[in-house]
């Protein structure tokens, strides 16, 4: 890792301004492995130096990767002028650091949502090359059964002449809930989908995408930092389920 100047890493973490970390600096409350820092462009390798400020550890990864459980309500959009977003469930720094969602749930669709500053693999997530599975479970007006899977599965054309990449069905229980794996992620698309089969979706809930499974312990609304066994798999692209 290249060695990076104290002030911009701090700044970069969303928590302070450069002039504030300078400051910081000055009052000798910032220390690189509990050495005191004099000088705000002094340099350190972020991956290797433990950097504390008033004796409080800071991460200053490069980049933040978080997975809300988003509950429904919220937009999954930056900022808005009359409606709560998902930015909204996160703390200021946090909020400060230039966060987005990786793609978006409607309004009323709950579940995973990863946020993160990391425009290169957020854009890599999003690629329809890139084929990362979203799995979702629905509720659905009605039964679905094989022809509707059957029908996902060769790739629908939708009204408006949309057409969708091959998709999976797979019908839990009785059929009124059920499981569909997208590979695209258009614009209400598991909803527009299974209305055309005239089983009209009643509850959305985004199980996965990639290797990242929407941890059980968060309730919605709540939030956590990736592990670091996460974001390297997101990297990697690696299919299987964590
Ligand atoms: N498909 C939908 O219809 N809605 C979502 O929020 C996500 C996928």
Do not use: I, N
């Amino acid at each position: 890792m290249a060695l990076e100047r104290l002030d911009k890493l701090l700044a970069s973490t969303g928590r302070w301004s450069r002039r504030e970390v300078k400051e910081l600096v000055r009052q000798g409350r910032v220390q690189a492995d509990g050495v005191p820092v004099r000088r705000p462009e002094d340099k350190c390798d972020p991956a290797a130096v433990c950097v504390t400020v008033d004796g409080q550890a800071v991460d200053c990864a490069p980049f933040v990767y978080l997975m809300l459980h988003k509950p429904a309500g919220l937009l999954s959009a930056t900022e808005d002028r009359r409606q709560r977003t998902v930015l909204d469930l996160l703390p200021e720094h946090l909020r400060r650091r230039g966060l987005f969602p990786v793609g978006r749930l409607d309004k009323d669709t709950e579940g995973l949502l990863l946020l993160t500053d990391d425009g290169p693999l957020g854009h890599e997530l999003l690629s329809p090359k890139k084929h990362v599975d979203k799995v979702y479970y629905a509720r659905v007006d009605g039964t679905v059964d094989r022809e509707d899977a059957e029908a996902l599965a060769g790739g629908m054309s939708l009204g408006d002449g949309l057409r969708c990449l091959p998709a999976g069905l797979e019908p839990l229980g009785d059929g009124s809930e059920c499981l569909v794996t997208l590979r695209e992620g258009k614009y209400h698309q598991v909803k527009r989908m299974l209305a055309a089969r005239g089983k009209p979706v009643r509850y959305l809930k985004r199980l996965s995408m990639g290797p990242l499974r929407l941890d059980p312990e968060l309730a919605p609304g709540e939030w956590r930092p990736l592990t670091p066994e996460e974001v390297a798999a997101l990297r990697r692209g690696q299919g299987e389920l964590l």
